[in-house]
């Protein structure tokens, strides 16, 4: 949920809105009534093992080597060469 707050109370109440932030809220900061600044919880990072992603990959590995792909289709198709 988004709220709007004034440079002083940001100021004056800066633990309660670091509590509010770690809680996922986020913040439109106003100066003057006129909006100057976002204040959003950061997003967490998750951690990816190289056999994870190796796992996740590997469905493409076909098209990792585009000679693969041109046998199966000269094969199903025969060769059409552009230079004859």
Do not use: C, W
């Not at 986020?26 to 190796?54: C, S």
């Not at 046998?71 to 060469?81: I, K, T």
């Amino acid at each position: 949920m988004t709220r709007t707050i004034t440079r002083a109370e940001l100021r004056n109440g800066s633990a309660g809105i670091m509590d509010a932030l770690e809680a996922g809220d986020d913040f439109v900061i106003t100066r003057n009534g006129r909006p100057v600044g976002e204040l959003r919880p950061l997003t967490t990072k998750r951690t990816v093992t190289a056999a994870v992603v190796k796992q996740r990959f590997a469905r493409f590995a076909a098209y990792a080597d585009r000679r693969v792909e041109h046998a199966q289709v000269d094969a199903e198709f025969g060769e059409d060469r552009l230079d004859d």
